[in-house]
């Protein structure tokens, strides 16, 4: 945690095989120490998109021939490159995005395994089809869509990049990678290495915010944009990718509801609840944003959470005795705080728990203490935001009819759950919730597993990552049919 050790990386983007550096540098801060700079990138411009768009387009059809087993080879080596430096890049990550080393070690561990999963996954998804009999010859082939502009978040920003990244490769198709300013440098670091192993072109790195976000989705030899962050900005990348026709899959906001049953067993459920509200200060696309909880157990689940949540000590990702880290920057926790506020008014009880780490600097990162309300109805906003912060309401509810109209009644449809003693129940609810997946009994990182598609409906996005049905997102299908 050293201020001395500024320039972790040289910090150059990646286009056609080189690195690639600019005068203009962006300044990558710890959250946790607002006053130590971790590293510096370089700013690309319209020019750098233009020659890593290039690059891709001009390596496409090389990658797309290259037999599929020779693809999966390289990228397999690729990957016993990265793996080997997940260590030193955790605490690296650590530093650029505020989350503990167990979790910036478990967003590259799942990275490099997630990755390894698609490549076993896709002899089964990417050769030909062909139908011979007396009616035709008919043969389907799955082929590469080209080039695929790949935009991210800071979040957990390894796995979320190898969720585009690994299909898109495996597929056939090159890339363009724009990480967020915000935690630029281990994503870089991982795509550098695994762009090193391939040939010029397949993988290239722009850095920069909106402006070349949105100069990447308008360009014409892209022809594939997969997005995650924001549903407003992924509004405007799908309104820039339409004038173009081109693909989108979009991974957005979320604000999951967890549904406790009457007959919840909460000394199992609530410190896993607890964890899917409060890792990583609530800042996880599907975080367990808002909790429904029969009126008649209402007071035990605000008590028996409110008490976990006093157990956590929040300070610097560093610090080994941080439950959770701080806030990405000042306006993320500006705004968290706005929220609480705002709910306080709104006639909300709001309870502050936890205390900050022996070792923190408090006023020097920006933390945010773990926060619960109660008393809000349905409509109010901490309930119907995606609060992305350590707070997170707690609504009654008189049946599970009510409480399951609650949970749809949301813009957003990522993930959810439904806590139960009995399984089957659990599932029979879990049945009539509007979401891309809905877990029994936990709603956390750990809940997910590579043989889950991950996405949302409504404006939680557009399409799946993960499984065989992530691959196909990457693929275009071409007929060839001759008539008997
Ligand atoms: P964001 O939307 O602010 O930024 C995401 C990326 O878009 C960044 O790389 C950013 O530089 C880029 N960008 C910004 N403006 C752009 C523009 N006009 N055109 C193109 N690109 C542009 O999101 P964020 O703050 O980095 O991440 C938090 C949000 O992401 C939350 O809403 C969270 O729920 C969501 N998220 C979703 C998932 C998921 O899988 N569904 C996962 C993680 C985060």
Redesign the pocket.
């Known amino acids: 945690m050293s201020s001395s050790v500024l320039q972790v990386t040289a910090g150059d983007m990646f286009i056609d095989g080189r690195p690639v550096a600019t005068g203009r540098r962006i300044e990558v801060r710890d959250p946790g120490r607002i006053a130590d700079v971790v590293a510096t990138v370089a700013e690309g411009g319209v020019e750098h998109v233009e020659a890593a768009a290039g690059a891709a387009a001009r390596a496409a059809a090389d990658w797309a021939g290259t037999p599929l087993e020779e693809r999966l080879s390289l990228l397999a080596d690729a990957l016993t490159v990265v793996r080997a430096r997940i260590d030193d890049l955790a605490v690296i990550l650590s530093r650029e995005n505020g989350g503990t080393l167990i979790e910036s070690t478990m967003d590259l561990s799942r990275g490099v395994d997630l990755f390894e999963d698609l490549l076993g996954r896709a002899p089964g998804v990417l050769g030909d089809r062909t139908i011979d009999d007396e009616r035709q010859w008919l043969t389907v082939e799955r082929r590469p869509v080209g080039v695929c502009a790949l935009?991210?978040?800071?979040?957990?920003p390894v796995v979320?990049t190898i969720?585009k990244l690994a299909p898109a490769l495996i597929a056939g198709n090159t890339v363009v990678v724009?990480?967020?300013?915000?935690a630029p440098v281990v994503v870089a670091e991982v795509l550098g290495a695994i762009g090193a192993v391939l040939p010029p072109g397949v993988v290239n790195v722009v850095h920069?915010?909106?402006?070349?976000?949105?100069a990447?989705?308008a360009h014409p030899a892209v022809r594939k944009v997969s997005?995650?962050?924001?549903?407003?900005?992924?509004r405007?990348?799908m309104a820039?990718a339409a004038d173009g026709m081109r693909r989108v899959s979009l991974?957005?906001?979320?604000n999951d509801p967890a549904v406790l049953l009457d007959d919840v067993d909460l000394d199992s459920a609530v410190p896993l609840l607890a964890r899917g509200i409060y890792t990583r200060a609530g800042?996880?696309?599907?975080a367990v944003k808002r909790v429904y909880v029969p009126r008649s157990r209402h007071d035990e689940v605000v008590e028996a959470i409110g008490s976990v949540a006093d157990e956590y000590r929040v300070g610097h990702g560093l610090d080994g005795n941080a439950t959770f880290g701080p806030l990405?920057t000042a306006a993320?926790r500006a705004r968290v705080e706005g929220l609480v506020e705002r709910a306080r008014h709104a006639g909300g009880v709001v309870r502050e728990l936890g205390r900050p780490t022996d070792s923190v600097d408090w006023d020097g990162g920006y933390y945010l203490l773990p926060h619960l309300v109660t008393g809000l109805d349905q409509s109010a906003e901490l309930v119907t935001v995606?609060q992305?912060g350590p707070v997170v309401p707690v609504i009654a509810y008189d049946d599970v009819d009510q409480a399951v109209a609650m949970a749809n009644d949301s813009e957003f449809g990522?993930c959810s759950s439904v806590w139960s003693a009995d399984a089957e129940r659990a599932i029979g609810v879990a049945r009539r919730i509007e979401a891309g997946g809905t877990f029994i009994n936990s709603h956390n990182v750990s809940s997910l597993s590579f043989d889950m598609p991950?996405?949302?409906v409504k404006r939680?996005?557009i399409g799946r990552?993960r499984t065989e049905i992530g691959l196909l997102e990457y693929v275009e299908e071409h007929a060839i049919r001759l008539a008997h």
Do not use: M, R
Request: negative net charge; glycine residues 18%; aromatic residues 10%.
């Open positions: 935009i991210v978040p800071w979040n957990s979320l969720s724009k990480p967020s300013v915000l920069g915010d909106a402006e070349i976000g949105q990447l989705v997005f995650t962050g924001s549903v407003a900005i992924g405007q990348v820039t991974e957005l906001g979320g800042q996880i696309c599907f990405i993320a995606e992305f990522l991950f996405g949302g939680s996005g990552e």
